[in-house]
């Protein structure tokens, strides 16, 4: 069975991407937080994603001003390579595995063009679906729905 280390911050480990320039020395590093933020965002523009899953962390973060890195996906190295976890909520009346796939593709897109790094996996885990927002037709001015009539003084 393959190994898997997940990363956390006490332990994170930069990748390093091939930059193909000989003429100046050096590395181009990026954290583990870089690729899930990329895959994060490519996710949230798939249609049909209603949101990602959120975390207690995540929760706290927000409420004093900053937003979640790489919220609902997670990123771990295994003898394959670099495993992504998607975890997703999606809109009612979606085809999932349709939408499934359109995630690895945004995903695997995103982080070659954008890292020219392979994935060897990315999994799509859908953690629940979001039954569409209905209107209420009752108003709150005329509770009973009884027909307003003007009175005229003569």
Known sequence: MPRETKHSKQATKNIILATGNSVVGGTTQVTPEV????????TQEVSGVYSMRGTLSDRFT??????????????????????????VFLQYGVVVPKVALEIQNA???QISSMTDLHLSQINVHVTGIVPEKVTNKIDPDNLFG?????????
């Not at 009884?146 to 003569?154: F, I, M, N, W």
């Open 35 to 42: 690729i899930e933020v990329v895959a994060q965002i490519a």
């Open 146 to 154: 009884e027909t307003q009539t003007a009175e005229v003084d003569d």
């Open 62 to 87: 927000n409420a004093f001003g900053s937003s979640a890195r790489g919220k609902g996906v997670e990123l771990t190295h295994s003898d394959e390579g670099l495993v992504i976890d998607a975890y």
């Open 107 to 109: 995903i695997q897109s």
